[in-house]
């Protein structure tokens, strides 16, 4: 009898998420990537997950799906995670393709996404919860500290995301103080390099955006840097949009429409004319 309830439960659950509801309905929209506390170096390794050129902007669409960058799944209907505020609104982002660049993560434990506030903003936390093996220290009951080569860690990162780029700053700025206040007992040079550097990357990603217009009758996106798998999406000749990142022939293109619609995805550069 236990088991026909829980079927039960399971079935309504399935139905009900057909479609997003009331709250969730309030998130539909792009958001515009704005830090990741993962974007300084480690050990002088890059951690980053995520290309952060190819993450400029999160779309949760009203269908239930969601994208960003290679990075695509399912929203909406989520449960209550044990842990976290009452008003931090849970988005369950369901991943059914991702690509992560985990230079020293060895698995991906989980991946949790809220809608928090911060200086009373939404902002979309992403967070990846990983393990990786490095050199460690065990305690030795007869040889004391002893050094072995692969011992397992556990961490985590965390990406932020706007629906509006001119809250940009106020955001930033939070960061920032929140660095200076952790890096207070030490030298100030320290924290004003963390500042310089991250100041920097912004500035890059920034800098590094160009422009292009379509010079074919189709221009179709794809799902990876080749000709291999065609999406049904496309632009026609004439319309324009920009690149911070180009790969085997492909740019990583970003079109908004007359509504304000982002369509993201690989254009051959055969079919455009980049702008210098």
């Given amino acids: 009898m236990r088991n026909f309830y829980f079927f ?3 079935i309504f659950f399935l139905i009900s998420c057909k479609s997003l509801t009331k709250d969730d309905l309030k998130y539909v929209g792009d958001w515009q990537f704005i ?24 779309k949760l669409e009203k269908n239930r799906n969601w994208s960003l960058g ?7 209907c989520a449960k209550k995670i044990d842990g976290y505020s009452s008003s931090d609104y849970n988005l369950d982002l369901q991943f059914k393709d991702n690509k992560f660049i985990a230079y020293n993560a060895s698995n991906i434990n989980n991946i949790e996404a809220f809608v928090i506030k911060i200086e009373n903003i939404d902002v979309i936390k992403i967070t990846i919860k990983y393990s990786y093996r490095d050199i460690g220290l065990i305690d030795d009951p007869i040889k004391g500290a002893v050094q072995v080569p692969n011992m397992e860690y556990h961490s985590d990162v965390n990406y ?14 939070h960061f920032l103080t929140k660095i200076n206040n952790e890096n207070q007992n030490s030298n100030s040079s320290s924290y004003n390099e963390q500042v310089n550097q991250f100041q920097d990357e912004q500035s890059d990603l920034e800098s590094n955006v160009k422009s292009f217009i379509v010079k074919i009758d189709k221009a179709y996106f794809y799902k990876e840097s080749n000709n291999k ?3 049904k999406a496309y632009l026609i000749k004439g319309q324009s949009g920009d690149f911070s990142i180009r790969e085997n022939d492909y740019v990583f293109a970003k079109y908004t429409n007359e ?3 982002v369509t993201e995805g690989w254009i051959s550069i055969n ?6």
């Fill in 8 to 10: 039960i439960i399971s």
């Fill in 35 to 58: 830090y990741t506390d993962d974007s300084l170096l480690w050990d002088n390794i890059p951690r980053t997950f995520w290309d952060l050129k190819t993450i400029n902007s999160l």
């Fill in 70 to 76: 290679y990075n695509s799944g399912t929203w909406g």
């Fill in 160 to 173: 932020y995301f706007i629906r509006d780029i001119n809250e940009k700053n106020k955001i930033i700025n």
């Fill in 229 to 231: 798998f065609k999406r």
């Fill in 259 to 261: 509504d304000g619609v």
């Fill in 271 to 276: 079919d455009i004319e980049i702008s210098e």
